[in-house]
């Protein structure tokens, strides 16, 4: 089975038109974009059904309320969690990230402690602990890359040590990269340590299932799943949710509220405080089901087959002029492609090729830290999805020589 | 590719192949300032070394794109032995040229003062830039960067 092949004809603004040229838009890791299906979702409930949630018992409020329910435990099947009350919702997979910190590092981290993450976290994964590193005084640690951009696990053992959290993303944003998350979450556990998983680059893109992933935690963002902005998801084992203190308090969050205190709702509850994005996580319902349609193993195999023929094509024709950076075998990545063409700079490879309509990312890719142990400032990335064809990367191979030519010293 | 040709002129192609005044300059008694565009990770220092209120020599180093770096090259060449004054002036037509919202202060500002309006000779090739906003900021990162040195020094 394979995917459709006029999948594009669902994206209603890949048909646009851009500076003349038919949009090709290769930035789908930094947002993908939106089926009707999902557009047609969110403005069917604004048209018919909007109304608070779990709040009113008048009819619209019922069906508000059960459709965001809905796509909750739709959810809860897409990866697998056992229950759909251990999918809780968030603004995107930043404030999942903020979450886990404030909440459970703030109750079990302190001086002696250690919090593992890895040289190729996006800054979601990194800052948070940050913040809450210097108030706290525990240690962050990292673990370190291979020449081929793997997480270099020969050390691991070593830096484990200490270690109560285990923080690392299941697909690099930058190099493509899957990482081993079941061999590092054994580990992990095997000393006693919690992991968590960034999934923002991997549940859009693979079957996800968080028993065999066997992590404790798993942060993701709906906008780059086909779904909308403004709605990301926090997954958490049932119990180690339960022991974890709210995040932000309100309403929605809690049984009761008296003047000396107040008692948590249950979950998911406790941790969605105030009104929620009732359209986006509808959007998102809607974004599961039509990637559920398609088959996420389908999705996958699509993925590694583009970005097979990505690789080969723009290897042939460029060789050594380019480098794409992280893992040579299109079956150990997702559809990332991180290039370094002669010596443009992304920033000016990225404008040549929107001329042509061509969407790339020029930047650092909120990546940082890896970025220095790169060695460059920046990359363009080209990533790859649904709906993304042969020739899309095709007029992306013929774009570079052009920009080539205009920058040659 | 109509459109690149108001961005990548010529001359600023030139600047960004073969930079001017190049290099660094001993600190002391030159100063040194740098500058960084934390968008797209762009980098440039400067050192420069002033007699009494001119800016004797000024030598860049940085990494970036074209736009960044043409854009120092050119300013490079601009500023030599000009005075702080001359300097501040011209940065304030400069970015006025890049921004149509600094326009209306800036040029009110740069004519108020009956000082001749300066010449931006080769820098008028950057007025492109205007046309693609996310360039703006490479394209003023080295003049906000000399704009720092001369504040730190008080002059
Ligand atoms: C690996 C990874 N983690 C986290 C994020 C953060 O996602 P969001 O900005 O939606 O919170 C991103 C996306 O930018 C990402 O690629």
Redesign the pocket.
């Given at each position: 089975m394979s995917l459709p092949s006029d999948l594009k004809s669902n994206f209603p603004l890949l048909s646009q038109t851009v500076n003349g040229h038919q949009i090709i838009y290769l930035d789908s890791?930094?947002s993908s974009q939106k089926p009707t299906v999902v557009i047609e979702a969110m403005n069917d409930y604004y048209r018919t059904i909007n109304a608070n949630v779990h709040r009113g018992a008048y009819e619209i409020a019922a069906q508000a309320t059960e459709a965001m329910e809905r796509a909750r435990a739709r959810l809860a099947t897409f990866i697998g969690a056992p229950s759909a009350n251990e999918i809780v919702f968030t603004k995107?997979?930043?404030?999942s990230f903020n979450l886990i910190a404030r909440s459970w590092g703030g109750d079990n981290l302190g001086p002696g402690d250690v919090v593992l993450i890895s040289d190729m976290e996006?800054h979601?994964?990194i800052v948070p602990w940050q913040i809450l590193s210097a108030e706290k005084g525990f240690e962050l640690r990292w673990i370190p890359l291979t020449s081929d951009g793997h997480l270099d696990l020969s050390q691991l053992d070593r830096l484990l040590d200490g270690v109560k959290m285990v923080s690392v993303?299941a697909?690099?944003?930058v190099l493509g990269t899957l990482n081993p998350i079941r061999e590092i979450a054994d580990r992990a556990h095997s000393v006693g340590a919690l992991m968590a998983v960034?999934g923002?680059?991997y549940v859009p893109h693979l079957p996800t299932d968080v028993v065999e992933l066997g992590a404790d935690l798993l942060?993701f963002?709906g906008?780059?799943m086909c779904g909308p902005t403004g709605i990301?998801v926090l997954w958490g084992r049932t119990e180690l949710l339960e022991a974890m203190p709210p995040f932000l308090g309100g309403g929605e969050m809690i049984l009761d509220v008296r003047r000396d205190g107040f008692t948590p709702n249950e979950l998911p509850h406790k941790f969605e405080a105030g009104t929620p994005p009732i359209a986006e996580i509808i959007g998102l319902g809607a974004a599961v089901d039509f990637l559920e349609s398609l088959g996420m193993s389908n999705v996958r195999q699509h993925e590694i087959d583009l970005t097979d023929y990505a690789l080969r094509v723009l290897n042939d024709r460029y060789g050594e002029e380019l480098t794409i950076h992280g893992p040579p075998n299109a079956s150990e990545r997702g559809g990332v492609l991180s290039i370094q063409y002669q010596d443009v700079h992304p920033h000016d490879l990225s404008q040549v090729l929107d001329q042509r309509g061509i969407c790339v990312r020029a930047g650092h890719?909120?990546a940082k830290p890896l970025m220095r142990e790169l060695g460059v400032g920046a990359t363009a990335r080209a990533s790859l999805y649904v709906y993304n064809d042969e020739a899309d990367i095709d007029a992306l191979t013929a774009s570079l020589a052009p920009a080539g030519e205009l920058f040659a010293r | 590719m109509s459109g690149l040709e108001d961005l990548y002129k010529e001359i600023i192609l030139d600047h960004y192949r073969s930079p001017r005044h190049h290099g660094e300059l001993e600190c002391p008694p030159a100063h040194k300032t740098e500058g960084f565009n934390p968008l797209c990770g762009d980098e440039v220092s400067l050192t420069f070394e002033l007699q009494g209120e001119v800016i004797r020599e000024l030598l860049i180093t940085g990494q970036g794109c074209s736009i960044s770096q043409a854009s120092a090259s050119m300013m490079s060449t601009a500023v030599q032995g000009k005075s702080v004054d001359e300097v501040r002036n011209l940065t304030r037509q400069f970015k006025a040229m890049m921004s149509i919202h600094e326009e209306s202060i800036g040029a009110e500002d740069a004519t108020s003062k009956d000082a001749k309006p300066l010449e931006l000779g080769d820098l008028d090739a950057l007025k492109g830039v205007v046309k693609f906003p996310v360039r703006i900021k490479c394209a003023t990162l080295s003049w906000n960067t000399l704009l720092t040195g001369l504040d730190e020094l008080e002059v």
């Open positions: 890791a930094s995107n997979a930043t404030e996006h979601a994964n993303t697909m690099s944003n960034d923002s680059q942060c963002t906008h780059k990301g890719h909120c | -």
